[in-house]
């Protein structure tokens, strides 16, 4: 940089969408709006506009820096079964770093070449896979319902449920607790994670033959 | 009522957990809080906590609500998968019904009688079917990070992916969105419900299988 050039990064469109981000984790999805993030650059709304054109692009962005925590590597080499394993845990990793984020981005289009190339390669290798067209997008959904819900577990409290002083009436259940409640929190939410997906993924290609046989 | 009783309803904790989802279902989780649930009653904050022990308590009694939407009966008739899938749906629509709930609910604990007894219902069915004592609570957290998923996206836009003017750099996802295109909103949503309940389950059942062979 040369002299005279300002210490504070130049507002732009990257530094926004970063701030925004930073607003969503550390005060929730509830707290985020343009005043306010204008507020913690230090600049008018006005000013943003100069460089988006609006919430839906600031979120849109947001999105884009958590998909780029996502990693599709795994469809290039590996079949799609294990390959999908492989992106849904660094898809459910990135939105467990993000959670705030899970319900803004849940609910607004996605329109980010970035994030549209992340399920292109997706889909793409569950048609090399033999999945039928017409049913790619429902394949997708299922996996990624999953994978937002596992990522909102992930930041759940230690003792998600807590029978306390009820458990003579729901003994089945406090049992179960017991018997799980060993080892760590994330040491169990990565168990419960692992065998779901594995079972969501042994499911589909248990769906996948029926549709090739019938 | 007898003569000179107020016409307006009585603040109980009833009145306040169903004004609390109320304010929740208008505004969302963000804008909860105990402040703000009293002004809407009419009421001091400090009122409030002459009926309940404060945000816990009043975050509690909301999951209550919600859960009395849910429908346990099949465990009582059906085999655990049928029961399972049935259970599932009715959660899904619940939560379907107050989406900005799904975060608040999804990190904080569960200790109310109401809902422990929704899962001792769920747990008690997949004992019975087989599942051993240390996965039942893998096992229903699977599906309930499903569920949560799946709520959301069945309040996401109608059009959740958007490839615009990008798609002839992601054929694949384009061509997808075009065959799911047709039918209404509601309607893919469903299908994509309903194929990755039957996938998890499916996997599940073959989860079972090898436990009870290994």
Do not use: C
């Not at 999805?29 to 600031?58: I, K, M, Q, W």
């Not at 994670?193 to 594995?198: K, M, S």
């Amino acid at each position: 940089m040369g002299r005279g050039r300002p210490r504070v990064p130049l507002l732009g469109a990257d530094l926004i969408v970063r701030e925004a981000l930073a607003l969503i984790d550390a005060e929730g999805a509830g707290a985020f709006s343009l005043p306010r993030l204008a507020s913690r650059l230090g600049v008018r709304t006005a000013s943003l506009y100069n460089h988006l054109d609006g919430r839906a692009e600031v979120i849109e962005g947001v999105r884009r820096l958590i998909v780029e925590e996502m990693d599709v590597s795994a469809f290039d080499t590996l079949p799609w079964p294990d390959a999908l394993a492989a992106w849904a845990r660094s898809y459910r990793d990135a939105f467990a770093r993000h959670p705030h984020s899970i319900d803004l981005l849940a609910t607004t289009t996605i329109s980010s070449p970035a994030t549209l190339g992340m399920y292109e390669a997706v889909v793409a290798a569950l048609a090399r896979g033999g999945w039928p067209q017409e049913r790619l997008i429902g394949a997708l959904t299922s996996v990624e319902s999953f994978l937002l819900g596992s990522a909102l577990d992930l930041v759940a409290p230690p003792l998600m449920i807590d029978p306390a002083g009820h458990a003579p009436r729901v003994p089945v259940l406090a049992a179960a607790l017991e018997s799980t409640a060993g080892g760590s929190k994330a040491g169990r939410a990565e168990e419960a994670f692992a065998a779901g997906l594995d079972a969501l993924i042994r499911g589909l290609v248990v769906q996948l033959a029926e549709l090739r046989e019938g």
